[in-house]
Nanobody
């Protein structure tokens, strides 16, 4: 079984920074992609950023230029550096990973709360 464990959430003032981490553990043959999603109260879960095994990244327009996703393949860990945080970034942030070869499966973390005060 595979587990994703997130850390790094918390309370920060607008304009501040936070760094989220997500470590994958368990029976891991191949991590094809990892990413971050978020869900604000009363809203649907939305994609924040993804990074594939080759290193290519993708960001939601709302976070481009402020957030940076990175990955440490040796540690099976993905990071999300969040700068210039805004109150509208407040949400539960979830780590996700597409793991396995030749067939893959999606795994999700338990979520970590990020609250940005104005």
């Amino acid at each position: 079984q595979v587990q994703l464990v997130e850390s790094g959430g918390g309370l920060v003032q607008a304009g501040g920074s936070l760094r989220l981490s997500c470590a994958a553990s368990g029976r891991i043959i191949s991590i094809n992609a990892m990413g971050w999603y978020r869900q604000a109260p009363g809203k649907q879960r939305e994609l924040v950023a993804t990074i594939i095994s080759g290193g290519s990244t993708n960001y939601a327009d709302s976070v481009k230029g402020r957030f940076t996703i990175s990955r440490d393949n040796a540690k099976n860990t993905v990071y999300l550096q969040m700068n210039s945080l805004k109150p509208e970034d407040t949400a539960v942030y979830y780590c996700a990973a597409d793991i396995g070869w030749p067939t893959s499966k999606d795994y999700w973390g338990q979520g970590t709360q990020v609250t940005v005060s104005s």
